[in-house]
């Protein structure tokens, strides 16, 4: 069975939303002594950088997964058939970015990094090293929910999230205070700065 979860940044569903959908799906399997034989994150390597909202979700998968199933996960980059033969150097600088940053802790803990050829002989090939024979095993929010009882709000991928949360509305707090002293001081160009800053 494949499974296509709902991603996180959704332009109609809130992140707390979209991991509640997840955790209850994963809790209900796992209850019923179902336990997933791979999990497959996905990267457009035509990206040029990793935004703040690609790395919230890397860090929310993460906890979503945790150390011990981190040797089921597939991290899997697309678009290469989109890839330029003069942009093979930057394409290879931005793979060697993501294994040795990015999803550094990710591989240390047993992830492999996949190349997606949009062919279905590569698509084969992802899935086919999944399905090794290897034990299957539980993802951390699993254990957590199922396990250990938690609500969502207490296993690593809520807290993660909620963490986030926090830091957005610090940066929006503290951005509202320069906003409130620049208006304070009168200053136009300062005002107009931050207001286009605060649209970001």
Same mark, same amino acid.
């Not at 990206?47 to 150390?67: A, I, P, T, Y």
């Not at 330029?84 to 394409?91: F, R, S, T």
């Given at each position: 069975? /494949?499974?296509?979860?709902? @991603? /996180?940044?959704?332009?109609?569903?809130?992140?707390?939303?979209? #991991?509640?959908? +997840?955790?209850?799906?994963?809790?209900?399997?796992?209850?019923?002594?179902?336990?997933?034989? @791979?999990?497959?994150?996905?990267?457009?390597?035509?990206?040029?950088?990793?935004?703040?909202?690609?790395?919230?979700?890397?860090?929310?998968?993460?906890?979503?997964?945790?150390?011990? =199933?981190?040797?089921? *996960?597939?991290?899997?980059?697309?678009?290469?058939?989109?890839?330029?033969?003069?942009?093979?150097?930057?394409?290879?600088?931005?793979?060697?970015? #993501?294994? @040795?940053?990015?999803?550094?802790?990710? +591989?240390?803990?047993?992830?492999?990094?996949?190349? /997606?050829?949009?062919?279905?002989?590569?698509?084969?090939? +992802? $899935?086919?090293?999944?399905?090794?024979?290897?034990?299957?095993?539980?993802? !951390?929010?699993?254990?957590? +929910? *199922?396990?250990?009882?938690?609500?969502?709000?207490?296993?690593?991928? @809520?807290?993660?999230?909620?963490?986030?949360?926090?830091? $957005? !509305?610090?940066?929006?707090?503290?951005?509202?205070?320069? #906003?409130?002293? =620049?208006?304070?001081?009168?200053?136009?160009? =300062? $005002?107009?700065?931050?207001?286009?800053?605060?649209?970001?």
């Amino acid at each position: 069975m /494949f499974v296509d979860t709902p @991603g /996180f940044d959704d332009t109609y569903r809130s992140d707390r939303e979209i #991991l509640r959908t +997840i955790a209850d799906w994963l809790a209900k399997k796992y209850r019923g002594n179902v336990k997933l034989t @791979g999990v497959i994150y996905t990267h457009r390597i035509s990206d040029n950088r990793m935004s703040g909202s690609v790395c919230k979700n890397l860090d929310l998968f993460s906890q979503l997964c945790g150390d011990k =199933a981190a040797q089921c *996960v597939r991290l899997v980059t697309t678009m290469w058939d989109k890839q330029k033969p003069e942009n093979a150097a930057i394409w290879q600088e931005r793979v060697s970015g #993501l294994e @040795g940053n990015f999803w550094e802790p990710l +591989i240390r803990l047993g992830a492999c990094h996949e190349q /997606f050829l949009n062919t279905s002989e590569s698509a084969w090939d +992802i $899935v086919n090293g999944l399905v090794q024979p290897r034990p299957s095993l539980a993802l !951390l929010v699993q254990e957590e +929910i *199922v396990d250990a009882e938690k609500r969502l709000n207490e296993t690593s991928a @809520g807290r993660a999230l909620y963490t986030q949360f926090q830091r $957005v !509305l610090l940066e929006q707090k503290e951005m509202l205070k320069r #906003l409130t002293d =620049a208006l304070a001081q009168k200053d136009p160009r =300062a $005002v107009d700065k931050l207001r286009e800053e605060y649209r970001k």
